[in-house]
C-alpha cells in the first residue's frame, strides 16, 4: 500500500458544524494526529473514543513557529512513510485545511516529492463565522491577514479586514501598531473569540487604541476592522497619491497642472531638491517632512506625464529602483559580504558594471569620466571629474602637490587680471583655480559644495549680525562706512568663533 495522508478541518470549534464525511474517516482511521489538543471539538473526539496523538509538544521544543511547522511535518511524512503506519495516516488541523494552516502548505510541497498521496477534506473554517458573527459581506471586498506578518502596507481601508492568528496581547499589540499606521487612534475594530462555539463566543467593539489592554486571546482570537470609504484613511498610502495627481492631470483636473511638460517644470525639481537641501542644513525635521514631499510631487508629476504617453508608470519607476536596490546590494540580499562601508561600495560598483554589460553596454569601452551627470552644478561637478580620474591613478601624489597647483593657478589669474587680458581669459583662469581648490577637497575629504554651502551661511550671519547691530543704531548698511561695517563684522566673527567653541 503506497504512502498517504488525509487532512481534515476540524471546523472552527462547533463539534455540530463538522461533515458526516469527516466524522468518519476520523473514525475509521488507524492512526490520527491532531496539530493541537487546544480546540473545543477535541472534546467531542474523545468521547467518541478516537484515539488522537498532538503536536503541542512541538510548540513547547522550539523558539518560532515556522521551526514548529516544519517539525510537525517533517513527522508527519516520517511516521506515513513508516511501514507500522500501515501506509495511511489522518492529521487533522482547527478549522479549514487550506485557511491559515502553514503545516499544510509544506505537505503539499513536501508529498509529492516523496510520492505520498496528500487528500485534503475540507472543514468549517472560522471566516465562515466570521461573516455570519461579525455580519460582512466578503464580496463587498474582503482580505484575511497574518498578525505574525502583518505590515501597514498590506492594508486597505475600502476592503473588509480580518486579521487572524492574534494569539496573545503581544501580538495584539503589534497589530495595533500596524494599523494605527492608517487608522486614527480611536477607529473602532472588533475582537472576535471563540465564533461560533456555544458558550465561549465573544463579540467586543472597542476603539483600536484599546486593542492590547483587553484580556482573552487566544488560538481562536482574530480582529476585524470594517471596510471604509473614508478617503482620510488613505491619506498616507502611495496608491492615494498616485490617484490624486492622476486626477489633477485629468481633464477634470487643475487647468494648470494640466498644461505642464517636462521642460516647463525642470526648474521646479531642481529648486524642490534645494528646498531639501536647505531643510537638512537647518536640522528642521518638520520643514524637512513637507519638502521631501513638494519634491516626491514634481517625481509623480513627471511619471504621471509619461504614464499619459503610455511609456512608464510611477510604479515602474519603484519596481526599477527596487530591483536596482536589490541587484547592487549583494552583500545583502545575496551571498556576497561587505565588512565595511568600503567593501560595500566596491560590491556596488561592481554590480553597476554588470548591470552596464547585461545592457549590452561594455564598460572597458565607456570613458572612465562616464556617469557625471552634465547639468550638475559646476563645482559638484569638478569634484566627481576628479573622483573618477583618481581611481585610475590621474591623481597628486599628495596635498602639497595640489598647494601648489593652486599657487600656480592664483598667479596665472593674478597676472591675467594686471595685464589686462580679456575677461573671457580672466575667467578661464578663475575656472582653473576653483578646479584646483576642488582637487585639495578631495584630499582632506570634504565636499567642496558642503564646504562652500556653509562658508556662504556663516557669511549670511555675519552680515546679517552687521545689518541688525546698524538697525539698532538707527542706521543701515547703504548710509554706513566700510570701517564700520568691518568692525562689526570682527566683532560678529568673535561671537560665532566663541559660539563653535562652545559647541560639543
Same mark, same amino acid.
Given at each position: 500500500?503506497?504512502?498517504?495522508i ?18 468518519? %474517516?476520523?473514525q475509521?482511521a ?12 477535541? %472534546?467531542?473526539?474523545? *468521547?467518541? !473514543? ?6 503541542d ?38 478549522? &479549514? ?19 505520498? %498521496? ?10 465562515? *463565522? ?22 501597514? +502596507?498590506?492594508i486597505?481601508?475600502?476592503?473588509h ?6 494569539y496573545d ?6 497589530v ?18 471563540? =465564533? ?7 463579540? $467586543? ?5 484599546? =486593542? ?10 482574530? $480582529?476585524y476592522v470594517?471596510?471604509?470609504?473614508? !478617503? ?5 498610502t502611495?496608491?492615494?497619491? &498616485?490617484?490624486? $495627481?492622476?486626477?489633477?492631470?485629468s481633464p ?11 521642460e ?15 531643510? #537638512? ?5 518638520? &520643514? ?7 519634491l =516626491?510631487?514634481? #517625481? ?17 519607476? #519603484? ?8 541587484? @547592487? ?6 551571498e ?20 552596464k ?49 593652486i ?6 589669474l ?18 582653473d ?8 577637497? @578631495?584630499?582632506?575629504?570634504? /565636499? ?10 556663516k557669511?549670511?550671519?555675519r552680515?546679517?549680525? #552687521?545689518? *541688525? ?17 568691518? +568692525? ?11 559660539? /563653535?567653541?562652545?559647541?560639543?
Amino acid at each position: 500500500m503506497s504512502a498517504a495522508i488525509t487532512v481534515v478541518g476540524l471546523g472552527s470549534g462547533n463539534p455540530d458544524r463538522l461533515t458526516l464525511g469527516i466524522m468518519k %474517516t476520523l473514525q475509521d482511521a488507524a492512526t490520527v494526529y491532531v496539530r493541537t489538543l487546544s480546540h473545543p471539538v477535541i %472534546t467531542t473526539l474523545e *468521547e467518541l !473514543d478516537i484515539i488522537m496523538e498532538s503536536f503541542d509538544h512541538v510548540y513547547e521544543s522550539h523558539d518560532t513557529f515556522p521551526e514548529v511547522y516544519d517539525n510537525i511535518a517533517s513527522a508527519l511524512i516520517k511516521s506515513a512513510l513508516a511501514e507500522d503506519s500501515g501506509g495511511e495516516i489522518v492529521y487533522a488541523v482547527p478549522g &479549514h485545511p487550506m485557511v491559515a494552516e502553514a503545516t499544510v502548505k509544506l505537505l503539499r510541497e513536501r508529498c509529492p516529492e516523496q510520492n505520498i %498521496t496528500l487528500t485534503v477534506l475540507g472543514g468549517e473554517s472560522f471566516l465562515d *463565522e466570521a461573516f455570519v458573527s461579525l455580519g460582512f459581506d466578503p464580496i463587498e471586498g474582503f482580505q484575511l491577514l497574518d498578525a505574525a506578518e502583518l505590515r501597514s +502596507s498590506f492594508i486597505q481601508p475600502q476592503l473588509h479586514t480580518l486579521i487572524g492568528q492574534v494569539y496573545d496581547m503581544f501580538t495584539a499589540s503589534e497589530v495595533k501598531l500596524a494599523l494605527m499606521d492608517i487608522y486614527p487612534d480611536d477607529y473602532e475594530v472588533v475582537v472576535g473569540h471563540a =465564533l461560533g462555539v456555544e458558550g465561549e463566543e465573544s463579540i $467586543v467593539r472597542l476603539p483600536l487604541y484599546e =486593542l492590547d489592554r483587553i484580556d482573552g486571546y487566544g488560538n481562536l482570537s482574530l $480582529v476585524y476592522v470594517p471596510r471604509s470609504d473614508d !478617503d482620510a484613511l488613505r491619506q498616507r498610502t502611495f496608491a492615494r497619491l &498616485h490617484e490624486i $495627481v492622476g486626477i489633477l492631470r485629468s481633464p477634470e483636473g487643475c487647468p494648470w497642472d494640466r498644461e505642464q511638460t517636462h521642460e516647463s517644470i525642470r526648474k521646479n525639481l531642481i529648486e524642490e531638491t534645494y528646498e531639501v537641501l536647505e531643510t #537638512i542644513d537647518e536640522d528642521d525635521p518638520e &520643514h524637512m517632512q513637507e519638502e521631501l514631499g513638494d519634491l =516626491l510631487l514634481q #517625481i509623480l508629476l513627471h511619471s504621471q506625464m509619461e504614464e499619459e504617453l503610455g511609456t512608464f508608470t510611477v510604479y515602474d519607476v #519603484i519596481q526599477g529602483l527596487n530591483d536596482k536596490l536589490i541587484f @547592487r546590494h549583494p552583500h545583502v540580499f545575496g551571498e556576497n559580504s561587505a565588512k565595511n562601508a568600503e567593501d560595500a561600495l566596491q560590491n556596488w560598483e561592481q554590480m553597476k558594471a554588470e548591470e552596464k554589460r547585461r545592457k549590452g553596454i561594455a564598460p572597458e569601452k565607456q570613458s572612465v569620466l562616464d556617469g557625471v551627470p552634465r547639468d550638475l552644478p559646476a563645482l559638484m561637478k569638478a569634484y566627481k571629474l576628479q573622483k573618477k580620474a583618481s581611481k585610475v591613478g590621474f591623481d597628486w601624489d599628495d596635498i602639497e602637490s595640489v598647494f601648489q597647483k593652486i599657487e600656480e593657478e592664483l598667479a596665472e589669474l593674478r597676472e591675467a587680471v594686471n595685464e589686462g587680458q580679456s575677461l573671457e581669459d580672466q575667467a578661464l583662469e578663475l575656472g582653473d583655480l576653483l578646479f584646483a581648490v576642488s582637487n585639495a577637497a @578631495r584630499f582632506i575629504k570634504a /565636499d567642496p559644495e558642503e564646504a562652500l554651502t556653509r562658508t556662504n551661511r556663516k557669511f549670511v550671519t555675519r552680515f546679517r549680525y #552687521i545689518e *541688525e547691530q546698524l538697525k539698532a543704531q538707527g542706521k543701515s548698511v547703504q548710509d554706513s562706512s566700510l570701517q564700520e561695517m568691518e +568692525s562689526l563684522w570682527q566683532s560678529a566673527k568673535q561671537i560665532s568663533s566663541s559660539d /563653535d567653541g562652545n559647541k560639543p
